[in-house]
């Protein structure tokens, strides 16, 4: 594809879809993002190309560059970051996009919100994170919280109408954290939409996606494409495994363990309108050394039951016919200190092989909310237990007792 027929295209898309910028505003103008973009560095690499980390406009940002063979993904991405009513905390803030030219190769852009953490995938595996239950359940609460709002269909005034629209790739490596507890849902490419009961696109291969997090039905082709209900069920399975890898780096504390957020150590978190100079928050974790052995090994869903790279057949083989899941600690089940036995069952339900056995994306944020909400619950309440205890302590130092 030519520069110039490039530029054609990226107009007339861009005219169709009425410069909308998830809530119907106008966008930056288009032509000059290219020449305002300073690339710094790579910061990630994938099927549809290459991110890059980059300065614009006084603020860093991520440039999803894509290969001319997945234009239709660069498309559709840039469709469903304009569609009205999209924007939300926990969605990938959109920026611009944008065709350009670089050693006489046609580059389609997409330029959205950096944030220094990256993925969900690495932070939980970074050396200087301690996962708590309390962050693992904001970071499973917020993931859910980007997919519901992907998944529900909004009514705005007049005609404006968000549609319903289905990831249909929700995987770590596609899950941003904005900030420790906060996280973002990215990567649009395979999405797909239902607007005035209209599936678009309309040609859809019902087997796509990441093969290791795919959905019985869509490994086995048994997804309704008619049906758009199925294709939110296909993604509350995925999510299930993403809570599985939160929950596999969660550091358990005996039953005597102290308070979290004792100690403070800083990491970078930055985003659009972040300026530079500005100050970073702080990850707060618990004074004990960090268990790098359990770092360095990499959890994956349905390690060691298939290969690195998975064939269609393997999977199918373990998922839809042996019906195997991911192993579930038995610690997780045992647990009676926090959440971590319903939050459990919650996982088990949403990877269920049949699909109308799952929980809804809504129910599951307010599940995770429950829970979040309890475990505060139970701080506040151990606080003041404590407080009453102490306040029974007689000048020789003993307590009280009823008899």
């Known amino acids: 594809m030519s520069l110039g027929l490039g ?31 300073k ?3 790579v910061i990630g690499q994938g099927r549809f190309g290459q991110v890059r980390k980059a300065f614009y406009r006084c603020s860093y940002v991520a440039v999803k560059t894509f290969y001319t063979t997945e234009e239709n993904s660069w498309r559709n991405e840039l469709d469903i970051y304009q569609t009205h009513m999209l924007n939300h905390e926990n969605i990938l803030q959109y920026v611009a996009a944008d065709i350009s030219s670089e050693d006489s190769i046609t580059q389609m852009l997409l ?15 970074r050396d200087d994170v301690r996962l708590g239950i309390e962050e693992a359940l904001r970071l499973c609460h917020s993931s859910i919280c980007g997919i519901e709002h992907l998944h529900a269909p909004i009514q705005g005034t007049g005609s404006r109408r968000k549609p319903e629209i289905a990831h249909r790739d ?22 797909v939409r239902l607007e005035n009961n209209r599936l678009i696109p309309e040609k859809v291969n019902a087997q796509v996606g990441t093969k290791r997090y795919m959905a019985p039905e869509v490994l086995c082709r048994m997804l309704n494409v008619n049906d758009f209900t199925q294709f939110k069920l296909a993604d509350m399975y995925s999510f299930a495994l993403v809570l599985w890898e939160i929950m596999m780096m969660i550091e358990l504390k005996p039953a ?8 403070g150590n800083v990491s970078e978190s930055s985003g659009l309108g972040d300026s530079l100079g500005s100050e970073q928050p702080r990850i707060h974790r618990e004074n004990a050394s960090i268990n790098k052995e359990k770092k360095a090994s990499v959890y994956m869903p349905y390690e060691g039951m298939v290969s ?13 016919e042996e019906e195997k899941r991911p192993p579930i600690d038995s ?3 045992t647990d009676n200190q926090s959440c971590l036995n319903e939050l459990t069952n919650l996982m088990s339900d949403c990877w269920h092989a049949n699909p109308d056995a799952r929980h809804t994306a809504l129910r599951v944020k307010k599940q995770l909310l429950k ?16 407080t009453t205890s102490r306040s029974q302590e007689t000048d020789s130092g003993f307590k009280e007792t009823n008899t």
């Not at 005597?256 to 100690?263: F, I, L, T, Y």
């Not at 690195?308 to 839809?320: K, Q």
């Open 7 to 37: 530029k054609k295209i990226l107009a007339i898309f861009l005219q169709d879809t009425e410069f909308r910028s998830g809530s119907g505003k106008t966008a930056l103008n288009q032509r000059t993002v290219a020449n305002d973009l």
């Open 39 to 41: 690339i710094i560095t």
């Open 111 to 125: 330029i959205t919100d950096y944030h220094s953490l990256g993925s969900l995938f690495d932070y939980l595996r």
């Open 170 to 191: 929700i995987k770590s490596k596609n899950i941003i954290v904005k900030r420790p507890g906060v996280c973002c849902i990215a990567d649009f490419g395979l999405a």
């Open 256 to 263: 005597s363990g102290g308070q979290e957020g004792v100690d």
């Open 308 to 320: 690195n790279d998975p064939s269609f057949e393997e999977m199918r083989r373990v998922i839809c």
């Open 331 to 333: 610690a997780w089940i």
């Open 371 to 386: 829970m979040i909400e309890g475990l505060q619950e139970v701080k506040v309440n151990g606080k003041g237990k404590e």
